[in-house]
């Protein structure tokens, strides 16, 4: 019975050089196209909210599969039913080019939310701070996937691909040339963000400056001085610098001279690394070490003191130091040992003249 009805004239008049049958081929597949990937879609959605149990994976690909509209699977039922219609080579053209620019945009979106969701889930497992960094290596990321659909698109449209990225190789070079002393801190950022060598909050020492690190950025990094000043270093030169961090400190060393007066007998010398040894150990969070007379200086006798405070805290350090130090010096009082200061002696001898 359809052969009869096929056979009807009606359906091979021809309009615009197709028959009236060849349209009806062509709207069936694209209804049959527009179904298919709506259907699709559907059952996808199912399928990944049945299956996956992890919900942050679940929300991603269900915000990918999202990402894609309605217009986009209308229009690719569109191109594809045309094969079956004889249209001008500059409509198909047209046609072939809106698909590959829609899906590259598409595979770009989709590329990008990938790389939002690796970094998002890289900062939530490692606990991450350093944000900023991350931001940075995603949108890094995402030109790097555009300059390769780019490139793909170019070459779908039969440009010479190979000449381009030869010249982007010349030209890579020339620019790399110029921006050298960018291009060095940027690598530098990369480096201590990888390979960890202090953080933000870690207390270091930079030639001689001190410092609590604020910030860790693309270019520069931010220190906060004891004084209270911020001071800028370069990526590049922390990374070719010698760094001291306080971070992994688990106790502070503290050595320091003594002198006494030449004056002091022999016998309150040898009570003075025992005098010396009971008040360090007083202290809770301190751990002798040694005390000795190790030199005759120029106007004092000196003693080498060392000991170790546990606690990595700055002021710790220095309240228990005070209070070992103020001891230090009650009990020389009451011993009646004299600390040393310069002092010249001079000796006049009288000459007497016959």
């Known amino acids: 019975m359809l052969e009869n ?39 996808l959605f ?33 191109y594809f039913a045309l094969f079956l219609l004889e249209v001008p080579g500059l409509l198909m053209r047209l046609a072939a080019a809106i698909l590959i620019l829609w899906t590259a945009q598409h595979v770009a979106v989709i590329g990008g939310k990938f790389i939002d969701f690796a970094l998002q889930f890289y900062t939530e497992k490692k606990q991450e701070k350093n944000k900023a960094m991350l ?20 070459g779908a449209f039969g440009v010479n691909i190979t000449a381009i990225v030869a010249g982007m190789g010349v030209g890579g070079i020339a620019i790399a040339f110029a921006l050298q002393n960018i291009l060095s801190d940027l690598f530098s950022s990369f480096s201590i963000y990888f390979d960890k060598p202090f953080l933000e909050g870690d207390l270091i020492v930079v030639e001689g400056k001190w410092g609590t690190v604020e910030k860790i950025g693309i270019k520069s990094t ?49 009570k003075i690394p025992a005098i010396i040894r009971k008040i360090v150990d007083k202290e809770e ?5 040694r005390v000795h007379f190790h030199n ?35 009990e020389f009082e009451k011993e009646g040992i004299g600390f040393a200061y310069p002092t010249k002696t001079v000796h006049v001898v009288e000459n007497s003249v016959k």
């Open 46 to 78: 199912r399928k990944l909210a049945h299956r996956i149990k992890n919900k942050k994976i679940l929300e991603i690909l269900t915000d990918v599969v999202g990402s894609i509209r309605s217009p986009f699977y209308v229009f690719a039922s569109f």
């Open 285 to 289: 969070m301190t751990e002798f070490n």
């Open 296 to 330: 005759f200086g120029p106007f004092s006798l000196d003693y080498l003191l060392v000991y170790y405070i546990k606690s990595p805290n700055y002021t710790v350090f220095m309240d228990v130091n005070e209070r070992i130090l103020l001891n230090i010096k009650r």
């Open 135 to 154: 931001r940075t290596m995603g949108s890094i990321g995402k030109v790097f996937l555009w300059a390769i659909i780019l490139l793909a698109v170019l």
């Open 222 to 270: 931010r220190v906060r001085s004891l004084q209270g000043e911020e001071i800028i270093f370069s990526n590049m030169e922390l990374t070719s610098a010698q760094v001291h961090n306080f971070r992994k400190m688990e106790d502070r060393r503290a050595e320091f001279n003594l002198g006494i007066v030449y004056e002091t007998s022999t016998e309150k010398m040898e």
């Open 5 to 43: 009805i096929f056979k009807n004239p009606l359906w091979h008049a021809e309009y615009l050089n197709n028959s009236l049958l060849e349209y009806f081929f062509f709207f069936l597949l694209f209804a049959a196209l527009a179904i298919g990937f709506f259907g699709f879609k559907l059952i």
